[in-house]
């Protein structure tokens, strides 16, 4: 690193790929990948050939057929069980521009810089809970009605699907 700008450039990739960017692919797994039709872990057959008796089961009865090829009851309750725990903040999580100590500084230019930080991180909350509720953005208000809240800042802990952690915690 030559300048103050190579080193602001690579803290806020570290930051970035620490915090927001495993929040985002991290905690929005478990309402999607919760629920297994969404993504079957495995498929224990091939698709049959015409002609042949499992096609002809296939046809008759698909459901028969599905249930047969995808993931058996124990691994899918643990699969889901893992995705559930890996998508869950803990109850003491810190995130995004919050400090677990206080005294972390006494240094007032820092300390106006968390600050200003803090109240850009809830203008950007602010923002996509406006966008949420643009009835002009279809991805965001269309039939199913689920807002995106993957990056929002905050969260109350637990399973949520949204709060950015101050840190990667696995």
Not at 64 to 76: E, N, R, S, Y
Request: net charge negative; proline share 7%; hydrophobic share 35%.
């Amino acid at each position: 690193m030559q300048t103050r700008e190579d080193l602001v450039e690579t803290c806020t990739i570290i930051i970035w790929t620490a915090s927001a960017l495993h929040a985002a692919v991290n905690f929005g797994q478990y309402p999607y990948a919760g629920y297994l039709p969404n993504r079957p872990t495995i498929s224990r057959k091939f698709m049959p050939e015409k002609g042949t008796p499992e096609y002809k089961e296939l046809e008759s009865s698909p459901e028969t057929v599905f249930l047969k090829t995808i993931t058996a009851q124990l691994q899918t309750v643990l699969g889901i069980a893992l995705i559930e725990i890996l998508s869950r903040h803990s109850t003491d999580e810190v995130y995004l521009g919050q400090r677990d100590t206080p005294e972390w500084t006494a240094d007032t230019e820092p300390l106006k810089a968390f600050d200003k930080f803090g109240k850009k991180l809830a203008e950007i909350e602010d923002r996509i809970t406006s966008m949420n509720n643009d009835e002009k953005l279809k991805n965001r208000v269309g039939p199913v009605k689920v807002p995106y809240t993957l990056l929002f800042p905050t969260s109350e802990g637990g399973l949520t699907g949204r709060g950015i952690p101050n840190s990667v915690s696995i």
